[in-house]
């Protein structure tokens, strides 16, 4: 019994350690030798529990994806809503795993490599989500929901990952409390204007 308690304990450090890796690094920059360092293990004990890179990064998504508590994938009932629920979802609980979208959005990756298939999910159902919500009478019937979901993820995103750009424009970081709350009543209202 204390072996699979010690596997499964290994198992975690290896995942929490390539998870601070690869969010930090992306794909390319991260380093098995870096992980084991992390990780305080040797890097053939994580070629014994992964198959290589690959592996270990769909696992690690995996992870993070299961750690994530549902309730912040189910949208608002009301459309107005969702560009500010997301938001708040994007800055309390995903900001890692933005940067790590950041990298693999100017890096080179092999197919497969990043948990496509479940963030693939998530998006789609976001989409279906907009689409019942039309035929329900929330959202314009001119507006595609697939094209409403990428401005959606956009608007959500495009601050917190773009420090710069965002101070240089508005004055603030995206940390800063004042912006989140100025960008999360400005979401708000552009969302009541679309959704009205």
Do not use: C
């Not at 014994?48 to 949208?75: C, M, R």
């Not at 298939?117 to 001119?142: A, C, F, N, T």
């Not at 956009?154 to 004042?178: A, C, F, H, Q, W």
């Amino acid at each position: 019994m204390g072996e699979i308690r010690n596997a499964e304990r290994t198992r975690r450090k290896i995942l929490d350690a390539a998870r601070e890796e690869f969010f930090e690094k992306g794909y390319n920059g991260a380093r098995i030798e870096s992980i084991a360092k992390r990780a305080g293990l040797n890097k053939q004990l994580i070629y014994h529990y992964f198959k290589g890179k690959e592996h270990l990064i769909n696992e690690t998504i995996d992870d993070f994806a299961g750690s994530v508590s549902s309730g912040n994938f189910i949208l608002p009932a009301n459309p107005k809503h969702t560009a500010e629920f997301r938001f708040k979802v994007n800055v309390e609980h995903l900001m890692d795993f933005l940067k790590f979208t950041a990298w693999e959005a100017i890096d080179s990756i092999p197919e497969n490599s990043n948990g496509e298939e479940r963030r693939k999910l998530v998006l789609q159902s976001y989409v279906e989500d907009m689409r019942s919500k039309q035929d329900m009478g929330l959202v314009p019937k001119e507006l595609d929901p697939s094209l409403i979901t990428l401005m959606m993820s956009s608007l959500t995103i495009y601050p917190l990952l773009y420090e710069n750009v965002t101070r240089m424009i508005t004055g603030y970081k995206p940390e800063d409390p004042e912006f989140q709350e100025k960008w999360t009543d400005f979401l708000r209202l552009i969302s009541e204007r679309i959704f009205d």
